[in-house]
């Protein structure tokens, strides 16, 4: 079972800027694909990124592309999501877990972007 703390939330500006970090302390997450999700309320949990940690290919939701950006330390313990130009419909809590999402969510972190 990997267990993962989210972390780096916060509220900030339109347009804004943010890096949240999911931390498996100190675990290697070499073998694992990684996903970071977010849930607005009311709405469902939605995918928003993916890295494969050992070879560093990303995928990304469509709509986000080039605004969000997924990355990884050098020792593959930490897998980060960088958020640029943040908007209102940002809002939410993001997750990471293995992706496809598996087992138990963590808390979570809750990111506000004020209009």
């Known amino acids: 079972q990997l267990q993962v703390v989210e972390s780096g939330g916060n509220v900030v500006p339109f347009g804004g800027s943010l890096r949240l970090s999911c931390d498996a302390s100190?675990?290697?997450?070499?073998?694992?694909?990684i996903g970071w999700f977010r849930q607005a309320e009311g709405k469902e949990r939605e995918a928003v990124a993916c890295?494969?940690?050992?070879?560093?290919?990303?995928n990304y939701a469509p709509s986000l592309e080039g605004r969000f950006t997924i990355s990884r330390d050098s020792a593959k313990n930490i897998v980060f999501l960088r958020m640029d130009n943040l908007k209102p419909e940002d809002t939410g809590v993001y997750y990471c877990?293995?992706?496809?999402?598996?087992?138990?969510w963590g808390q979570g972190t809750q990111v506000t972007v004020s209009s």
């Open positions: 877990n293995r992706f496809p999402p598996r087992g138990f």
């Open positions: 100190g675990v290697t997450l070499d073998p694992y694909v």
């Open positions: 890295m494969s940690v050992r070879g560093g290919s990303t």
